[in-house]
């Protein structure tokens, strides 16, 4: 069953930068295919790092599934959260703090 939901993505440039357009792009490039929350943020994570070689690489993916909401154990706003750390994102804890205070504004 399909899930929904908001990517949340922060790289240290390693020279190279993007438009935000191309990072809007890639994610939903990867989500349109049938797949796992799991996997899609590592496919995103890969991706990014493959195109821009960055210093560092964090990934937060935040979903609602629709097997939880609609059937089974009907939780309407459950949500799933994953996350891939890269480079700088694993080594820097108080990076990822910084990205964890963004995401949650």
Known sequence: MPFYGKAHLAYIPNGKVTGLSKLAR??????RRP?????LTV??????????????????LEAEHTCMTMRGIK?????????????????????QKMFLSMVKG
Do not use: H, N, W
């Open 35 to 39: 797949q796992i929350q799991e996997r």
């Open 75 to 95: 939780k309407p706003g459950s949500k799933t959260i994953t996350t891939v750390t890269r480079g700088a994102f694993t080594e820097d804890k108080e990076l």
């Open 43 to 60: 496919q995103i994570a890969d991706a990014l790092e493959r195109t821009l070689d960055p210093k560092g690489i964090m990934v937060m």
């Open 26 to 31: 890639t994610v939903e490039v990867y989500s």
